[in-house]
């Protein structure tokens, strides 16, 4: 276990990374620096979301994403922000949005690392000023640096992650992420413009009384979410679904609970993709003491076989993820 120096709450991000640096991870000051281009992309985004109201750059934008949704201006703007960040911080060499149907290859062909994003989800909550977030895993490339990026380039298992977190654009904007080592939450302040350290070694309690999931779907469901419902309704547990991934996910880490979006009969894999959305919060989740699989496996053992891969997800508390995955 490595041996954790207490981190004093309240110091910056930035000071955060540098006192992580001598992790092996960091020990070029590469991640650190792509890490840090992240934060700075969520600033941008703080920024907008707080004004998409008063500057009309909320709503649909008119066009369809690949997922065949509807791009709301927030979505647009977001993708744009993060490539643009992720391309002049030069740590990257491709990208993977789910904005973008192919690989975003930023001609950076040095750059080391991959991204996998959802850049805004839950964008439908913008126009109700519900919380929405971003959602981020970081890979190395396993192609040679110099070289073309390719498809084992972003088709890695979540296990290969050397980071992850996300965005939490609520009450407060938070960036929540981990290196594999534990997990840290930050939460920022627009006056000074910094994130400061205010969850240190975040862990998910291994049992809880809250259940996230969209029962409009429940006649559909497969006989063990059923049987999963009926308990927790059984057991007097709370319901408390946002529709906003990041939050209830962000809620239910903080507090103990699950989340299910499981295969229903108009999504066989059900929603949320692998690749930059289960992956990330997987790895935050374990990283956190909790439990993330598709209902049979371990999402981080999954192998990716496209881009925007759907799977069933189940996450959360590590009892209560086994208790809704029993047979
Ligand atoms: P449904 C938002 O579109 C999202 O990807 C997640 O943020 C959210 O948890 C889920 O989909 C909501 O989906 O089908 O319940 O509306």
Redesign the pocket.
């Given at each position: 276990m490595q041996n954790r120096i207490a981190t004093p709450v309240g110091i910056t991000l930035d000071r955060f990374i540098k006192k992580k640096q001598n992790d092996f991870a960091f020990a070029t000051g590469e991640l650190s620096q792509l890490l840090r281009d992240i934060a700075l992309a969520g600033k941008i985004i703080h920024r907008e979301v707080n004004r998409a109201g008063l500057l009309s750059i909320s709503g649909a934008y008119g066009t369809e994403n690949v997922q065949g949704e509807e791009q709301q201006k927030l979505d647009v703007i977001a993708n744009i922000r993060f490539i643009r960040a992720l391309k002049n911080g030069g740590e990257v060499c491709a990208i993977v949005s789910e904005e973008d149907e192919e690989i975003l290859d930023v001609q950076n062909p040095n750059g080391r690392y991959i991204v996998a994003m959802d850049p805004l989800?839950?964008s439908?909550n913008i126009d109700v000023n519900v919380s929405i977030g971003t959602i981020f895993s970081i890979f190395r490339r396993v192609s040679p640096v110099g070289g073309p990026v390719s498809q084992e380039d972003v088709l890695q298992k979540g296990s290969e992650q050397v980071a992850a977190g996300y965005l939490l654009y609520g009450s407060s904007t938070m960036m929540v992420y981990t290196t594999g080592r534990g997990v840290n939450g930050f939460t920022y302040d627009p006056s000074l413009g910094e994130f400061f350290l205010s969850h240190a070694n975040i862990r998910i309690p291994k049992d809880g009384n809250i259940y996230s999931i969209?029962e409009?779907s429940y006649e559909s469901f497969e006989p063990h979410v059923i049987k999963y419902i009926k308990f927790c309704k059984k057991q007097n547990y709370t319901a408390r679904y946002i529709?906003?991934?990041?939050a209830?996910f962000h809620r239910n880490l903080l507090k103990g609970g699950i989340y299910i979006?499981p295969a229903n009969k108009k999504s066989v894999n059900g929603?949320?993709r692998l690749n930059y959305?289960c992956n990330a919060l997987a790895f935050i989740c374990e990283q956190a003491g909790g439990k993330a699989t598709d209902g049979k496996q371990r999402i981080l053992d999954i192998q990716p076989k496209s881009l925007h891969q759907r799977v069933p997800f189940y996450v959360g508390s590590t009892n209560m993820v086994d208790a809704a995955t029993a047979d």
């Amino acid at each position: 276990m490595q041996n954790r120096i207490a981190t004093p709450v309240g110091i910056t991000l930035d000071r955060f990374i540098k006192k992580k640096q001598n992790d092996f991870a960091f020990a070029t000051g590469e991640l650190s620096q792509l890490l840090r281009d992240i934060a700075l992309a969520g600033k941008i985004i703080h920024r907008e979301v707080n004004r998409a109201g008063l500057l009309s750059i909320s709503g649909a934008y008119g066009t369809e994403n690949v997922q065949g949704e509807e791009q709301q201006k927030l979505d647009v703007i977001a993708n744009i922000r993060f490539i643009r960040a992720l391309k002049n911080g030069g740590e990257v060499c491709a990208i993977v949005s789910e904005e973008d149907e192919e690989i975003l290859d930023v001609q950076n062909p040095n750059g080391r690392y991959i991204v996998a994003m959802d850049p805004l989800d839950g964008s439908s909550n913008i126009d109700v000023n519900v919380s929405i977030g971003t959602i981020f895993s970081i890979f190395r490339r396993v192609s040679p640096v110099g070289g073309p990026v390719s498809q084992e380039d972003v088709l890695q298992k979540g296990s290969e992650q050397v980071a992850a977190g996300y965005l939490l654009y609520g009450s407060s904007t938070m960036m929540v992420y981990t290196t594999g080592r534990g997990v840290n939450g930050f939460t920022y302040d627009p006056s000074l413009g910094e994130f400061f350290l205010s969850h240190a070694n975040i862990r998910i309690p291994k049992d809880g009384n809250i259940y996230s999931i969209n029962e409009g779907s429940y006649e559909s469901f497969e006989p063990h979410v059923i049987k999963y419902i009926k308990f927790c309704k059984k057991q007097n547990y709370t319901a408390r679904y946002i529709g906003s991934l990041v939050a209830d996910f962000h809620r239910n880490l903080l507090k103990g609970g699950i989340y299910i979006y499981p295969a229903n009969k108009k999504s066989v894999n059900g929603k949320l993709r692998l690749n930059y959305e289960c992956n990330a919060l997987a790895f935050i989740c374990e990283q956190a003491g909790g439990k993330a699989t598709d209902g049979k496996q371990r999402i981080l053992d999954i192998q990716p076989k496209s881009l925007h891969q759907r799977v069933p997800f189940y996450v959360g508390s590590t009892n209560m993820v086994d208790a809704a995955t029993a047979d």
